[in-house]
């Protein structure tokens, strides 16, 4: 079945050290999302990707970085991790910007210790 | 600018009677709305969505939700619940037709609590 696969679902890094989440797609969506979600709140948008062009929310802080090698591959990148980042990584995906629906993929749950 | 607001962080029902999650939004542009279902450490699914049309959308595992543009709601209803059902929901809206930024913008959520 086409679908956003996330890896790993569950993450555990040490304060301070870099860590990578994956996210992959068999869809062939031109966007995809990357969303972090704390207990019991809403999903915040961190950043998207149109294609090739990176868009970053004004409140995203600069530890967090994003790549897109391929259509089907993207990664998020938390350089410095803290206590304070520790959430749940939704990615999603959805066919064009003017969309009708994101799907989402089962969400990596990053603990920082 | 799209918001929206989700009435009652918490709702239970017992097992049988209607649900009924209430959802207001805000926006510059006609919406796109959506609810999306959490399960406990899992993403999110899609429930339903209005675009354009039928302003009554009916989506899976039984649940509708209406459009009411001038009370500015989308509410999600289901006639009976199943203990199935408990979960976290959110109610969404987009940047909407036409949108060259397609972000989506989230209610806080309700959690769903099914009794026996």
């Known amino acids: 079945d086409a679908m956003v696969i996330q890896n790993p679902r569950y993450q555990v890094t040490q304060f301070g050290k870099p860590v990578t989440l994956s996210c992959s797609q068999t869809l062939n969506h031109n966007v995809m999302y990357w969303y972090q979600q704390k207990s019991s709140q809403a999903p915040k948008l961190l950043f998207h990707y149109y294609d090739k062009d990176f868009n970053n929310e004004a409140d995203t802080p600069d530890n967090f970085q994003s790549r897109r090698p391929n259509t089907s591959f993207c990664f998020l990148d938390i350089r410095s991790p803290g206590l304070g980042d520790a959430a749940m990584y939704l990615c999603?995906?959805?066919?064009?910007?003017?969309?009708?629906?994101?799907?989402f993929g089962q969400g990596t749950r990053l603990t920082v210790v | 600018a799209q918001s929206v607001t989700q009435l009652g962080s918490h709702v239970s029902v017992s097992e049988g009677a209607l649900v009924l999650l209430r959802c207001n939004y805000s926006?510059?542009?006609?919406?796109?709305l959506f609810w999306y279902v959490q399960y406990p450490n899992q993403g999110l699914q899609l429930l339903l969505k209005?675009?354009?049309?039928?302003?009554l959308v009916k989506g899976i595992n039984g649940f509708e939700a209406e459009f009411k543009k001038s009370e500015t709601s989308f509410h999600l209803t289901k006639p009976s619940a199943h203990m199935s059902d408990a979960a976290e929901y959110f109610c969404?809206?987009?940047?909407?037709?036409?949108?060259?930024?397609?972000?989506?913008?989230f209610g806080r959520g309700t959690q769903l609590t099914v009794w026996p």
């Open positions: 999603a995906t959805s066919r064009d910007r003017g969309f009708t629906e994101a799907f």
């Open positions: 926006s510059s542009v006609p919406p796109y």
């Open positions: 969404a809206v987009s940047d909407g037709r036409g949108s060259t930024l397609g972000r989506l913008y």
């Open positions: 209005y675009t354009t049309g039928a302003t």
